[in-house]
């Protein structure tokens, strides 16, 4: 489990810790292969790219400020540096769920988001409607092109 003790989870879990946000942490690969979630020798665990699956809970009450403070959250994201994937779904068969999936081009350029005041203003909306949700990293498999 040597990728969740690098200094860049652990900063990132630190702050989520700070901010009181729930998290589940699930290795999703065999224990032999979890070096695997570590950059390569010669980078930077800041570097590596992210990829992040967020899952949002929200009340069919919540659901058209959820989704206009998302568009604005979007909107700010659009303009980031290293930000090239922010898009939101909603589940066809359930009444709540909705899924979003972003991608960065490094952990930097992913706290950097989480940081910034359109994020901030995502989660006050989160807060004042009892949004639960869940982020969960995701590492990539395979060589295709993002």
Same mark, same amino acid.
């Given at each position: 489990?040597?990728?969740?003790?690098?200094?860049?989870?652990?900063?990132?879990?630190?702050?989520?810790?700070?901010?009181?946000?729930?998290?589940?942490?699930?290795?999703?690969?065999?224990?032999?292969?979890?070096?695997?979630?570590?950059?390569?020798?010669?980078?930077?665990?800041?570097?590596?790219?992210?990829?992040?699956?967020?899952?949002?809970?929200?009340?069919?009450?919540?659901? /058209?400020? @959820? *989704?206009?403070?998302?568009?604005?959250?979007?909107?700010? $994201?659009? #303009?980031?540096? =290293?930000?090239?994937?922010?898009?939101?779904?909603k589940?066809?068969?359930?009444n709540?769920?909705?899924?979003?999936?972003?991608?960065?081009?490094?952990?930097?350029?992913?706290? /950097?988001? @989480? *940081?910034?005041?359109?994020?901030h203003?995502?989660?006050? $909306?989160? #807060?004042?409607? =009892?949004?639960?949700?869940?982020?969960?990293?995701?590492?990539?498999?395979?060589?295709?092109?993002?």
């Amino acid at each position: 489990m040597d990728h969740y003790e690098s200094k860049a989870v652990e900063k990132f879990i630190d702050q989520l810790n700070e901010m009181d946000i729930p998290y589940t942490i699930v290795p999703l690969v065999k224990p032999e292969d979890v070096s695997e979630l570590t950059p390569d020798e010669d980078q930077e665990s800041e570097d590596q790219q992210a990829h992040v699956l967020i899952h949002y809970m929200v009340p069919p009450s919540a659901q /058209e400020e @959820f *989704e206009k403070a998302w568009d604005k959250a979007e909107e700010g $994201t659009e #303009d980031e540096e =290293g930000a090239h994937i922010y898009s939101l779904r909603k589940v066809f068969n359930n009444n709540y769920a909705y899924y979003a999936y972003g991608t960065w081009d490094s952990m930097k350029d992913y706290r /950097e988001h @989480f *940081e910034s005041d359109h994020v901030h203003e995502l989660h006050k $909306t989160l #807060d004042k409607h =009892g949004v639960v949700w869940h982020l969960s990293p995701l590492r990539k498999i395979g060589h295709q092109p993002e």
